[in-house]
């Protein structure tokens, strides 16, 4: 609690963190402004009203047409709307079977309704809009045809087949599930995948450790490496290890073997002692020790810095600063899913705006930290079909369980957020915009992103829900130097771990110079060639051609300048609940 909170704040503060337990953390003033804005202009909009009765009305037609051609043709016959591509409940063939067809039809016809009845209201503002149109559909998504025994065929013909056995698996599950989120346990599963067993083994030593980091040295695969080293800073939302999964998927280890000394920066987990530990914090003791330890490593060998979503737009900012102050120890920058211009950062500023940040400023302030289920069900929200309605389904009608994978087991891992750095990244980033906008203040200055000069490589990634490539791609608007531009399919996580051998990856890339004219991603994504297999083999060849000599591997540590071994990998902040 700090010292200046006034009475009525404190009273005000506890009780938006006692409705936060009850709301997961979404504020219901921001809810019922959003809400007030689309019903008062619409209730003003006789206009926009006329039209909505007339699509009721026409789809209505649609509907009563496509169920008289179904009478007629005993019940199969060609949908009258088609679910959007990215929707897959209804792509089953017995989907189209009378009575189901005429199920998923009203269904989707009423979601289309709908979605044309919380857009394009004039006088809205679009972040109500966007609000709107949002929780409309998660409401409607709750009465899917799709969600329910009875009128979902794929789970009547399974309970048929299996004389109702898989509602007893799906029953059992449920009540594993519930277990495990009172004892708040991983699933049972996850004993399959053990950090430093199975995950994360990439043989390596912890060589400095301070309050929030450890940094991590790997043991190098080859007889030379090239003279500049690699660091990784990866987001300290969720664990470090998704980049080094299992051997088979492990960019760490990927790097290693292809000749170069790899660091990683491993965080702390934060409890409510670390309530105070901001930015400047993250910047100082994250990014910065890392490099001044490195380069006692490798005899001031210039730095490969690579960051990895919120890991890369810190290491943006640090990488900015170290420009303005004359620091010319990073010999090329690389960002993977990493935004640093918030204005179309997807989905999630649905839940940015002054009453929704205040309200989960108040909520961390109870605890000191952004609990990691509370963001969790964010994320979730955002991809509901997929992360939750869907799960159910297979889960607790079906009966069945998907096997969990290692990227499963790390997504379980979660973390937490200090108060102080999270509520300085939502207001500052996310709410304001400060860095893209040269607002960013660090030590009683601006830092301007077009201060980096160093060679940048950037990835987006095609289906990404929390860094939206176009998102991403704005780098080439903040930058004043070369920029190698990669999209690759999959999504924020997956897209990333994108490993040799994985099968149905596709990637395009081009560089950009920094005196060429500017293209904006739509037109970008139209002229680049799609390339079949992973992006990883050209992150290697574009490090190559930016390194210098080959040398014999560095010592690990150097206890001559205090960087001792402290003990093998993964290390223990990443063994913190």
């Known amino acids: 609690m700090k010292s200046d909170d006034s009475q009525p704040q404190i009273i005000d503060k506890i009780l938006h963190a006692s409705m936060a337990k009850i709301t997961s953390g979404l504020s219901p003033s921001a809810l019922m402004a959003a809400y007030a804005d689309w019903a008062v202009h619409l209730a003003s909009s006789p206009g926009k009203q006329s039209q909505l009765i007339e699509k009721a009305a026409r789809k209505f037609a649609r509907l009563a047409g496509y169920l008289s051609e179904c009478s007629a043709t005993l019940g199969e016959n060609s949908p009258c709307i088609e679910p959007l591509p990215i929707d897959k409940r209804f792509s089953e063939d017995s989907w189209q079977k009378w009575p189901f067809n005429l199920l998923y039809q009203s269904f989707l016809l009423n979601q289309q309704w709908w979605s044309n009845a919380t857009t394009d209201v004039r006088g809205v503002t679009q972040q109500h ?57 991983k699933p049972k599963a996850g004993a399959k995948f053990v950090v430093g067993k199975q995950l994360a083994i990439t043989p390596g030593k912890i060589i400095y450790r301070n309050h929030l980091i450890e940094l991590i040295q790997y043991t190098s695969t080859t007889d030379e490496v090239r003279s500049q080293p690699i660091l990784i800073v990866p987001a300290w939302i969720m664990k470090y290890y998704i980049l080094d999964l299992s051997p088979s998927n492990s960019l760490v280890k990927y790097l290693t073997e292809q000749g170069f000394t790899v660091f990683m920066v491993s965080w702390k987990n934060p409890d409510a002692s670390d309530r105070d530990l901001g930015m400047d914090d993250y910047r100082n003791m994250g990014v910065m020790d890392a490099i001044d330890a490195i380069e006692k490593i490798t005899n001031n060998a210039k730095i490969h810095a690579m960051g990895y979503c919120l890991g890369g737009t810190l290491l943006s900012i640090a990488a900015a600063t170290m420009a303005r102050e004359g ?85 379980f891992d979660t973390t937490r957020m200090p108060y102080k750095m999270h509520s300085q990244y939502l207001r500052q980033l996310f709410l304001n915009n400060e860095l893209s906008e040269g607002q960013y203040i660090v030590d009683g200055k601006p830092i301007y992103l077009s201060d980096i000069r160093v060679p940048t490589f950037i990835v987006g990634t095609q289906k990404d829900h929390v860094a939206p490539w176009k998102s991403v791609y704005k780098f080439h608007l903040e930058s004043d130097t070369d920029v190698t531009f990669l999209l690759t399919s999959g999504g924020h996580n997956a897209g990333i771990v994108s490993e040799p051998e994985h099968p149905h990856r596709t990637y395009q890339i081009a560089t950009t110079k920094k005196e060429a004219t500017y293209i904006d991603p739509d037109s970008w994504v139209a002229t680049q060639e799609e390339h079949d297999g992973s992006w990883w083999p050209e992150l290697a060849k574009w490090l190559h051609s930016h390194s210098g000599k080959y040398i014999p591997p560095p010592t690990m540590g150097n206890p001559k300048k205090k960087l001792s071994i402290l003990c093998d990998a993964p290390g223990t902040y990443v063994m913190q609940d």
């Open 327 to 411: 620091d010319n120890r990073l010999q090329s920058l690389s960002l993977f899913a990493a935004q640093v211009d918030f204005t179309e950062a997807g989905e999630l500023m649905l839940f940015i705006n002054e009453s929704q940040v205040t309200f989960l400023e108040d909520m961390m302030w109870e605890k000191g930290y952004l609990d990691a289920k509370q963001m969790s069900g964010a994320f979730q929200l955002l991809r509901s079909n997929d992360l939750i309605w869907s799960r159910i389904v297979h889960d607790y009608l079906m009966g069945e369980r998907a096997p969990l994978n290692d990227l499963m087991a790390w997504n």
């Open 129 to 185: 809009e966007n609000v709107m149109e949002f929780a409309t559909r998660q409401i409607l998504d709750v009465f899917s045809p799709s969600n329910y025994l009875l009128t979902n065929p794929q789970l009547l013909e399974q309970t048929e087949k299996e004389a109702g056995q898989n509602l007893v698996r799906g029953a059992q599950n449920f009540l594993d599930d519930l277990q495990q989120t009172i004892a708040n346990k």
